[in-house]
């Protein structure tokens, strides 16, 4: 079984930074992530879509984090990083990572909440 535990979450003030991280590991299972990304969803909000990278290709942004929030990924370790900059009070929601493999279904981390006061 494949797994996404992600860490990096808490409470910043308006214009703050956070970095969250994202793991990918299965106990005895070989694997291959072909891209990886991070969605959130605030309360009574549909969740949506952050920012997303495949391969080695340009990284995808949602309009609203644009500018701010920087994308990474370490494919040797499985493990995708979300930079957050000036960090403003409607980013505060759940973040998940999620992740691609071939010939499996997409793989969701448990969510790490993000608050910024204001």
């Known amino acids: 079984q494949v797994q996404l535990v992600e860490s990096g979450g808490g409470s910043v003030q308006a214009g703050g930074s956070l970095r969250l991280s994202c793991v990918a590991s299965?106990?005895?299972?070989?694997?291959?992530?072909?891209?990886m990304g991070w969605y959130r969803q605030a309360p009574g909000k549909q969740r949506e879509l952050v920012a997303s990278?495949?391969?080695?290709?340009?990284?995808n942004y949602g309009d609203s984090v644009k500018g701010r929030f920087t994308i990474s990924r370490d494919s040797a370790k499985n493990t995708a990083y979300l930079q957050m900059n000036n960090l403003k009070p409607e980013d505060t929601a759940v973040y998940y990572c999620?992740?691609?493999?071939?010939?499996?279904?997409?793989?969701w981390g448990q969510g790490t909440q993000v608050t910024v006061s204001s």
């Open positions: 999620i992740a691609w493999a071939t010939g499996l279904d997409d793989l």
């Open positions: 299965g106990s005895g299972i070989k694997f291959t992530i072909t891209a």
């Open positions: 990278i495949i391969g080695g290709g340009s990284p």
